[in-house]
């Protein structure tokens, strides 16, 4: 086994009592002992005098090993350094008086890293942003593996962010490469299991993580947009000039088929011609209206 399995440490139950019946108890017995040091004095009894006082003493002592622990939190118990095991159970309770008992909160917390400026795959400069939904689940290696869990979070998730970014390209330049901003579902999956195991160590679970801001860096936006733009442009392009293609043929097909008109090479490649500007011009085209021969 691993030095370091040994040397972990592992969050185990300790609740404690019921603290109610511990308070009532307790208050019972402190109201006893406050009328035997009444009577003490009246008497002036010494015997009396040296029962009640201890007494008291020890059931102050007592009292302070009542603790509250609320829904959703827990309470980490140490006998002087020693863990001593987390209490859970909500509710009053009550533990040995020596014990230290630090509050730790396990519900589901959520923080947004700052917009961290990184070059992505491409070595283009971005900006990106994470958003981290997270809770502690083994709060003995909250406390007692990092030295604050709450900032080990952050600091390690930003990390990991920064090391996602440079893995992806802001932009895929084809449909086999993964992007960060066309791949969103896989690109956040891949970002949580970065971040869950750099906080494993800690206790932590990751229950979502996704990038909340994505963009270029200022001082390249406004060349990436135009890049983008032209991209664009020519995609628009591809798809007119396959469907004009597709409509032409159709068309050839369709009247060599119902023998509508007998059309030799030469005016095939006129009429191609023309209906490729008509389909594919950004204007709209002006008829031309033949009067005379087809060959005229």
Known sequence: MPLEALTMIRERDNHGIPG????????????????LLVEAIRAESLTLLFTAIPS???????????????????????????????????GLR???????????????RNFESARLKVNDADGNPIEIAAVVVWRVVD???AIFEVDDYENYVHVQSEAALRNLATSYAYDAHDDAQK???????????????????R????????????????????????AMLQRQQAGAIIAARQRIV???????????????????????????????????????????AQPVLNTGSLYQ
């Open 20 to 35: 109610i019946p511990v308070l009532l108890l307790l208050l019972a017995l402190i109201a006893g002992a406050v009328y």
């Open 56 to 90: 008291l003493l020890l059931l102050a002592l007592l009292l302070a090993g009542l603790f509250l622990v609320n829904p959703n939190e827990s309470k980490v118990l140490q006998l002087f350094g020693k863990y001593a095991g987390t209490a859970r159970v909500p």
């Open 94 to 108: 009550w533990a040995n008086p020596f014990y230290s008992k630090r509050r730790v909160s396990v519900r589901v």
């Open 139 to 141: 709060t003995a290696e």
């Open 179 to 197: 992007s960060l901003r066309g791949h969103t579902l896989e690109v956040a999956d891949h970002l949580k299991r970065e971040i869950q195991d």
């Open 199 to 222: 906080l494993a160590k800690a206790g932590v679970e990751v229950l979502e993580a996704r990038i909340s801001h994505l963009a270029y860096a200022p001082e390249i936006a406004a």
């Open 242 to 284: 396959e469907g004009a293609v597709g409509m032409v043929e159709m068309a050839l097909e369709m009247l060599s088929r119902k023998a509508i008109v007998s059309l030799d090479e030469e005016r095939k490649a006129t009429m191609v011609s023309n209906l490729l500007v008509v389909l594919c011009g950004e204007r709209a």
